[in-house]
């Protein structure tokens, strides 16, 4: 692994385990090298990446053509004859394209998760996903596998606030998604429209006024300070709270902390009168 992967957290390397040895191939069958016919080979229909740009598979296939395919690509068996895609999508359609029929591979015995980690590995060094596939992958992971931000964190070399942040992008309404799919919004005026009211609206003023990052955020900045974080509160607690109130005659709230592992009671009075007939109840 270069210097450039190990920046990328855990890296394909050991996800991947050992290189092949080529002249063992034949008695390693979880890590057998070797050339497979194109039409016995499919795609990973989980691949994060699902836009490929036709004029770099064009550069690729001519590459192709002239040198060949230079790296294997990852596989692994799902039938006889019939392999699915780990890693290397793009230089096997680019070898369709250049009317190759066979295309070097590793196989490899690999689960459901694993292949998944590896091909959003494989995307985010290469740089290939877009921010909506990257925050799809990232999900997509968080909810099959039973992982976690910090598990994602070490096998992507992303921090977990970014993780927790491109997740977020994935609240936003679907065409806005389009937007930045396409590249009309980018990153940060995506971040600026969550949890803003009427964001379809503002993007597309954005892309046709041309707006900033920065214009973008000062035009939702008044609405993010005044929003109000609504409190939902057990029905238990408001009975409580009503009955005490009605049995001290002045207005009560009962809170708990987050964790749960203490508790507030606030008692509301209007004025002194009420405040020193409370404290006399209270000291009898």
Request: no cysteine; glycine share 4%.
């Amino acid at each position: 692994m270069n210097f450039e992967n190990k920046k990328l957290g855990i890296g394909l390397g050991s996800l991947l385990g050992a290189a092949p040895n080529k002249e063992k191939s034949d008695k390693n069958d979880d890590n057998e090298f070797k050339l497979i016919n194109i039409s016995e080979i499919q795609a990973n229909p989980n691949q994060p990446r699902k836009n490929f740009k036709k004029e770099e598979l064009e550069e690729l296939a001519s590459s192709i053509r002239h040198q060949g395919v230079l790296q294997p690509i990852i596989v692994r068996q799902i039938k006889n004859n019939t392999y699915e895609i780990v890693a290397g999508e793009r230089r096997w359609r680019a070898a369709q394209t250049a009317s190759i029929h066979e295309i070097p591979a590793l196989i490899k015995e690999m689960s459901d998760t694993t292949v998944q980690e590896v091909a959003l590995i494989e995307n985010i060094q290469r740089e290939d996903l877009n921010a909506v596939e990257e925050a799809k992958a990232y999900k997509k992971i968080l909810n099959n596998n039973n992982s976690n931000n910090e598990r994602l964190s070490q096998i992507t070399g992303r921090s977990k606030s970014h993780i927790s942040n491109m997740i977020r992008l994935l609240d936003l309404d679907e065409e806005i998604l389009q937007f930045i799919i396409s590249g009309q919004l980018s990153m940060g005026h995506a971040r600026a429209l969550i949890g803003v009211p009427n964001n379809v609206t503002l993007a597309k003023e954005i892309i046709s006024k041309k707006l900033s990052v920065r214009q973008t955020e000062k035009n939702t900045a008044s609405y993010k300070k005044t929003k109000v974080k609504k409190i939902f509160k057990d029905p238990n607690i408001m009975d409580l709270e009503k009955e005490l109130s009605e049995k001290i005659g002045l207005k009560t709230s009962i809170h708990f902390n987050e964790g749960g592992s203490s508790v507030s009671l606030t008692l509301y009075y209007s004025d002194l009168d009420h405040l020193d007939s409370l404290m006399k109840r209270l000291k009898k």
